[in-house]
Each structure stands twice: as structure tokens, then as C-alpha cells.
């Protein structure tokens, strides 16, 4: 059978959301299965090459979300004199934000540091890890993931991704651990889900601690839980980009009472609740100017969450069945994402095989700005040879074990990802209007149309 053309605004009006939450009369069920090439091809002249952009001058919602009740909460704080959560240990803003923080998320404690690096390396310190053990984690992440591992001069043991999910592969993570693993550090990037049913079933199988890396994951939910709830600690990052920031700063959440009092241990320099110094520990605290700020942002947490969620399957919907940029996969047991960033799959062969960056280059010009993420995995960065030529991993890892680990630094899936991702950053943008999200699908369907011109753009 022949297939019927249409153009990109039909393309618009016939695919549905998707999703109840923002279902109307006038959309239908979505296209199952769209052939590639079935777009009106050279509907509009690209505006990189001279025609008229989708969209002129596009504002996005500002992040990070300021209003005046935030403003007056620091000026009241300023004029408090109370700036060190030591001030007011039981009421100060800094302890209230734990209580509130821990309650959101259905935990029994929150322990908050000066970022989610912080957070996580201070719960590997507070789980006693250190020298010869090895965790199993991500490359494709930011580099206080390893960063945490290193602090407490562990191995950092890196294993290939899905390339649909972009997250940990759990295959690969089984076929890594041997006697000195201690512990897996999932990381639910774009703050999505990873396969946690395999890895926590994985992790259980082997004896192994599960650290969640929930850095960008803030309210996101697996199996009706929030994610950094079901492994044994998860820790989060309230830098300001992310869905629930404070310039900096950091959480660790768990229902283990002992793990949260060791960890409020570690991150106030060694020295516990009662005041007396006990271990080595850094000094990690959040600041009351933070705690101040995120008590106000949890305001409009769950808002803003539901608003990102609901324009995130609207894009979704439209792009079902559209092979040449294909939505991030999310596994069965997601409920729902942080959406710190609306990520795609770039596949070129559908886009007369240009490189992501001409199909960037055409989009932007038509008034809409994606971009690539992670440059390269951390398998590709320096440190790796730095720790390999430091001392003390060359005392406690074997020369064969170091070596194994210099082998390993293959991830072809995770190398596909850095060059082909493409994402629409979310804390903001996800806050806009159905209307702007049209004006997204717009402009990648215009390019489409266009692709055999792509070549043209310099």
C-alpha cells in the first residue's frame, strides 16, 4: 500500500500526546510505526539557508525559579545572624529542609552536604569503603560520580551502557564484579529511572551495597517509590541547574537510621551529634543561605515536576515512530521522571547522513536550541592515568588488576551515546507551554523535511 504523505503541521494535529493529562477533543491516538519517509519534504526554505525560522526570539521560563517570597526568606536569614546550620541545629533552615526533604520523599532521614558530589563520597566513606575495594558505576555521568570513589582512593569500575536508555547496562554491570567489589553506583541520568529491578536484583544476588546517584532525579519515581529510596543510601544534587537548586548543595537520603547518623558524621568534619570526634571525615555542611533557599523551592516542586512530565510525553507522543530522533527509553517500572533534560537519539542514516552538529546548526537557525550533552565518557578523561601512576593505588591494586582496569576502558556503546545524544535542556524549558513544545516538534520537522539541503549549510 502506498503511503500517504503528510505535511509537518499534519504531522502535529493527527499524532496524539499520549497521555491523559493533556488530552483533548481534537487529537486522536498516535501514529503507530511512521515510516521515515513520509514527510512533505521542502515545505519551507531552512532558515539557515536564508528562509523564515520556525520561531523568532524563543524565552524559555526562567530557571533557576526566583520569586519575592525567596528573597525576602535570605534577607531574613542575612538579618538573622544565623548563617552556619550549626547556629540552629534542631530549627535553622538547614535541619528543616532534612525533615521536609525526607517526608517528599518517604524516607526515614535526609543528611544535606555542599553538593552531590559531597553527598555521595561522604556516604562511600560512611559505608567504610576505601583502598582495594572496588564500585561499579557509569561513564557516561558528571565527574563527581567518580569522583566520590577516588576521594576515598576506591576504584572507580566503569561498565557500558544501553544505548536506548542511556544508563547502565546491566549485563555489563554483572560481568564486573569479582571479590573486591563492594558496591554499585547506579546513576539515573537525565534524571530517569535506570534498570533498577536488575541492578537492585543483581546487587542483592552478590551481597553488594547500592549507592543511587540520584543527583539529577529529584521526585522521580520507580515502581511508586522515589528514586534514591531503594537502595541502601541516594544522594542528590541542588546545583542550580537541576529541578530543585540552591547554587549548590547536596542530600543523602535512606531508611537506615545508622548509615544517616554516619553519614551526618562524616560530613561534619568526624565529629558526631554528641560532639565528639570519632573518625576521618571532611567538612561537607550546607550553609543556611541553602537551606533557606530549597525550603522555598520545595514550594513548587511538585508543580513544576508535573509540568515537566506532562510537556515531556506531549514531545514524546509526537516523536512516537520517528526514527531519526528517538526519545530517551524509559524502563517498564518508571512511573515518572525528574526530566532534568529531554534527551534523544540522534540517527543520522534518517537525516542523509549529516553529523548532529549540521542537524543542530539547522534547528537553532529555526529558533530552537538542543546540543549534545557529554562530550566524552569518563573512561576517555585524564584521571583514569592519574590514579593509575599514583602511589597509593599502584600499594593496594595489583599491577595485573591496574592493568585489567586500563584494558577496560572500551565502552563503544557509551562513546555512540556522547556523539549521538541530543537533548533539549528541561528545568526551565519543561516549564513552558504546550504551544512552545509544538514549536520544538516544528522545528526538528521542518529540518526533516529539509534534509536533502542539510549538506548545503556550512
Known sequence: MKSKKVTRRSFLTTVSVGAAAIASSNIVKPIENISTDIFTKNSSTLAALGGEPVVKNKVWPQWPYVDEQIVE??????RSGRWNRIDDNVNGAVPTFEKKYAQL???KGCVTTGSGTQALHTVVEAMGFGPGDEIITSPYTDMGTISSIISARALPVMVDLDKESF???PNEVENKINKNTVAIMPVH???QPCDLDRILAIAKKHKLKVIEDACQAHLAEHRGKKLGSLGEAGCFSFQTSKTICCGEGGGIISNDEKLLDDCYTVMNHGTNKQGRSVTIGPKYRMNQFEGTILLEQLK???????TRNRNAAFLTSKLKGFK????QKLYHATDKGSYYLYAMAYHKDYWNNVHRDVFLKAVAAEGINL??????GLHREPWTE???SRREYKTMYSAERLQQFKNDLHLPACDWVCDNMVMLWASGPLLATQKDMEDVINAIMKVYENRDKLHLIS
Not at 513548587?300 to 508535573?306: C, G, K, T, V
Not at 531519526?324 to 526519545?327: A, W
Open 105 to 107: 520523599l518517604g524516607v
Open 386 to 388: 592519574n590514579i593509575l
Open 371 to 376: 546540543s549534545p550533552y557529554i562530550k566524552n
Open 324 to 327: 531519526g530522533l528517538v526519545p
Open 167 to 169: 544508563q547502565l547496562d
Open 73 to 78: 526568606s535570605i534577607a531574613k536569614t542575612v
Open 300 to 306: 513548587h516542586s511538585q508543580e513544576q515536576f508535573e
Open 189 to 191: 541520568m537525565m534524571g
